[in-house]
């Protein structure tokens, strides 16, 4: 059985930070491709993050510079530091985890809530 779940997610001031995790079992997590979407209220679902199995990295152009996407293969779980938060940066928070082998997959966590509000 697969399970993606996050957590650190709260409430924080503007231009505070958060560190995400996400914990993943059921999957070979070394050759997963890892990533962060975020959910607004009344907007569409949108990556913030991803990192490859291989470690290559791609941010959303709102956040580069103030995120990090990270991962830990001993401990199969992937982060998300999230630096200068803004209240735009409100919304709940997704962990996806997707590969071809043996066959294509792709697997959501439940979500997290972050909310940046003074």
């Known amino acids: 059985q697969v399970q993606l779940v996050e957590s650190g997610g709260g409430l924080v001031q503007p231009g505070g930070s958060l560190r995400l995790s996400c914990a993943a079992s059921?999957?070979?997590?070394?050759?997963?491709?890892m990533g962060w979407y975020r959910q607004a209220p009344g907007k569409q679902r949108e990556l913030v993050a991803a990192?490859?199995?291989?470690?290559?990295?791609t941010y959303a152009d709102s956040v580069k510079g103030r995120f990090t996407i990270s991962r830990d293969n001993a401990k199969n779980t992937v982060f998300l530091q999230m630096n200068s938060l803004k209240p735009e940066d409100t919304a709940v928070y997704y962990c996806?985890?997707?590969?071809?082998?043996?066959?294509?997959?792709?697997?959501w966590g439940q979500g997290t809530q972050v909310t940046v509000s003074s």
């Open positions: 990192i490859s199995s291989g470690t290559t990295t």
């Open positions: 996806n985890g997707n590969g071809n082998w043996p066959k294509f997959y792709d697997y």
């Open positions: 059921g999957i070979l997590f070394s050759i997963t491709h």
